[in-house]
């Protein structure tokens, strides 16, 4: 199918679902409604930018036509400035359609979970999960979006060992999806005497949010054990048996979380956790069967890759999937990271645009 019969395809899905989202049936429907309601949104905005593209060819057109018949010199001249507009205006538009035409990642409007797990380094490894997560949060916040803690290991400096959390809102996966892959930082910590620079490490997992409907887990499927929940040093956090521990026993996949006080609330965020890691897990392996490991993310994806580090000293983070440096540290770890994402996303079109254009 040429570029221009993919656009007349889109003009028709266009009016076909204008049709079915006005359909009675339809709006009774709050899933299906927000299904179609999803895919129009896209579809219109394809449409919008092809009645750009077809009216700037249009006006080349007419330009060219000009430029054919005029004999006066100043005509001429206005008609060939003109046609060279004309022409510039009408590839930055084909470059916008196809960008647009490139096939959504189905996951991209999705919720997530995000894992955030101190590696190497220690007591300072644990600080810097805990930044990230504050980082993260920060950026959630300026979104609007909604975050909710499921899960965390505290220590006693203020750090995380592991910290897992939800976030949802408009787009969400498609903003934060290449946030996966160890995160790297270089600075003093405050206990090193000497002034020593000190490397140390955090992974971080962004996971689509699976809904009952994409995973059905069967319950004979589960060991489900209560216990009590206990903080830094053993502190008691509350004295009921409310923290909840998950066992998948066909993955061996183990969930646990005693945040709330509730043991209700805290199994049906454990459940929450463990459907995105099943549904993740159960996406790894079928890429692999077909050897179709996507290299979409902007690099290959595998969590123990260093994507990031974050030097303190220097005042700067470097992506080294894309090779950008920014001497934005402080405006970053406070939320600032859009321009990262932006850049990852731009790097990621051009990736799967050029992936397009050799097959």
């Not at 896209?42 to 060819?57: F, L, N, S």
């Not at 949060?137 to 609007?144: D, H, L, V």
């Not at 490490?201 to 699976?210: C, K």
Request: aromatic residues 6%; charged residues 30%; proline residues 4%.
């Amino acid at each position: 199918m040429s570029f221009v019969d993919k656009l007349v395809a889109f003009e028709k899905r266009y009016e076909e679902l204008s049709q079915q989202l006005s359909d009675p049936a339809v709006l009774r429907d709050p899933a299906l409604n927000r299904k179609l309601g999803r895919e129009f949104a896209r579809v219109r905005e394809i449409v919008a930018q092809y009645h750009d593209y077809r009216k700037i060819e249009s006006d080349l057109r007419g330009a060219e036509e000009v430029l054919a018949e005029a004999s006066d010199p100043d005509m001429i001249e206005f008609a060939k400035a003109e046609q060279v507009e004309g022409e510039k205006a009408l590839a930055e538009a084909e470059e916008r359609l196809k960008v647009l035409l490139l096939p959504p990642d189905p996951n991209d409007d999705k919720n997530i979970i995000v894992e955030v797990r101190a590696g190497t380094g220690g007591d300072e490894a644990s600080l810097f999960a805990a930044d990230l997560y504050r980082m993260y949060s920060r950026f959630a916040e300026r979104r609007g979006w909604k975050l909710e803690l499921l899960s965390s290991t505290p220590t006693d400096r203020g750090g995380f060992r592991e910290v897992v959390f939800g976030i949802s809102g408009e787009g969400v996966f498609r903003q934060l999806k290449f946030e996966s892959g160890t995160h790297r930082v270089q600075r003093i910590p405050v206990t090193e005497a000497s002034g020593r620079i000190h490397t140390s490490a955090a992974t971080v997992a962004v996971l689509p949010e699976a809904e009952e409907v994409d995973l059905q887990i069967a319950p004979a499927d589960l060991r489900i054990d209560v216990y009590r929940s206990s903080g830094p040093g053993g502190q008691s956090v509350n004295t009921t048996d409310s923290a909840v521990r998950i066992t998948h026993l066909p993955s061996g996949l183990v969930v646990t979380c005693q945040d709330e006080k509730s043991q209700h609330k805290n199994r049906d965020k454990a459940l929450t956790v463990l459907r995105a890691r099943l549904q993740d897990k159960l996406e790894q392996e079928q890429q692999a069967e077909i050897a179709a490991v996507r290299r979409a993310m902007v690099g290959s994806g595998d969590r123990s890759q260093r994507i990031r580090t974050y030097n303190f000293p220097q005042g700067r983070i470097t992506d080294h999937r894309i090779g950008l440096t920014l001497y934005k540290l402080p405006e970053i770890l406070a939320g600032g990271l859009d321009e990262l994402i932006e850049a990852l996303q731009t790097s990621d079109r051009l990736e799967r645009l050029q992936a397009l254009g050799t097959e």
